[in-house]
C-alpha cells in the first residue's frame, strides 16, 4: 500500500474518532479496507454510549465488514485504529483473519500488539496478521492526550463550582 | 458458589451449547450469573450463522448481560462457558470486569486461559477474575469430539455419494 493511500485511511480512522470524541467517548476509531481499497467497515469507541463493554472501534468496524462481505473471513483485509488494540480487539483481529493492521498511539496499559502483550506474535494461533505500529503516532497520541486533559479541566471546573455552592450555602 | 449452583450453571451452558449444535455450529455455549444468582446473559457460538467473526458464545452473553444491567460493567458475575476462552473472548472478561471465569473443555489450539496464553494472569492489564479450569471438562470435551466426528461422518458419506454418482455417470 502507498504511503499516500495509508495516509487517507488513517485519517478516515481520526474522523472515526472524532465522531467518539464529540459524544464525550474515549476518541478511538477504526476502519476496515478490502483489498480493491474500499472501505467496507468503520467504528468508533461507543463502551459508554452503549452501555457495552465489547463496543469498541476495531469491533464495530469488524462487525460492519463481515456484514458487507457476507463472510466472518476478512481474507486480505486491511484495519486501521488510531490506538494500540487491547486483547478482546487484538483477538477479533486474529479470529476475523484480517491481514494488515496499522495502527497510531501505543497503548502501554492494555496494548494487545506489543506493548504489554503481543498477540500477533503468538506462533500457536492460526493466523497471524502483518502489523506496522505507530502510523501517525504523534496525531493520534495529542488526540488522546487532549481529551483526557479536557476532561480533567472540566472535574476540576465542577469541584470548584460545588465548593462555591457548598460555601455560598454555609453563608445563607 | 456451591457446586449444586455451579453445576446448575454449567449445565444452563451446555444447554445453549446444545443450541448451536442443532444448527450446525461448533457447540460452544455461555452464560452469566448476577450476584443474586440470576441469569442475566446467555449466548452460543454463532460464528457460521451470522457470518460475523465476533459472534462468539461469551460475547454474545456479556452482551446481553451489559443490556440488561444497563452498564458494561459487569461486577461481581460470573461467566461459565463449556470451552476455555479464545484472546478475543478473554479480553471482552477483562474488559467487562467479570468477576469469576468457569470453564468446561480446554483449547490446547486458541486457548487463551492457560492454554497457549493465559491473559487474566498479565499483572499489568487492570482487572483480574478468578478462574476455574475444567468444570465438566469430559462433558464439555466429549460434545465436542461428537460434533467433529458427526461433521467428518458427513463428509465421509457426501464424497462416497459423489464418487457414486461420478461411476454411475460414466457408465451411462
Chains 1, 2 share one sequence.
Not at 467517548?25 to 452503549?50: C, H, K, Q, T, W
Not at 462487525?63 to 473471513?73: D, I, K, P, V, Y
Not at 488522546?144 to 454555609?170: C, M, V, Y
Request: with cysteine; proline share 3%; glycine share 6%.
Amino acid at each position: 500500500m502507498s504511503s499516500e493511500d495509508k495516509k487517507k485511511y488513517m485519517q478516515l480512522a481520526f474522523e472515526e474518532a472524532k465522531k467518539a470524541e464529540k459524544q464525550d467517548e474515549v476518541p478511538i476509531g477504526a476502519i476496515i479496507v478490502d483489498p480493491d481499497g474500499n472501505v467496507i467497515g468503520r467504528g468508533y469507541n461507543r463502551r459508554e454510549l452503549d452501555q457495552d463493554s465489547t463496543q469498541h472501534a476495531e469491533i464495530i468496524a469488524i462487525r460492519e465488514a463481515c456484514q458487507h462481505l457476507g463472510t466472518w473471513r476478512l481474507i486480505d483485509c486491511s484495519l486501521f485504529v488510531t490506538l494500540e488494540p487491547c486483547p478482546m480487539c487484538a483477538g477479533a483481529i486474529i479470529n476475523s483473519r484480517v491481514r494488515t493492521v496499522y495502527f497510531g498511539a501505543l497503548d502501554p496499559k492494555a496494548g494487545a500488539a506489543g506493548s504489554v502483550v503481543d498477540l500477533f506474535a503468538v506462533e500457536k494461533f492460526n493466523h497471524h496478521p502483518q502489523v506496522y505500529r505507530g502510523l501517525f503516532r504523534e496525531q493520534a497520541s495529542q488526540m488522546l492526550k487532549d481529551f483526557f486533559r479536557e476532561i480533567r479541566r472540566k472535574q476540576k471546573e465542577a469541584k470548584a463550582k460545588k465548593e462555591i455552592d457548598n460555601n455560598s450555602g454555609n453563608q445563607e
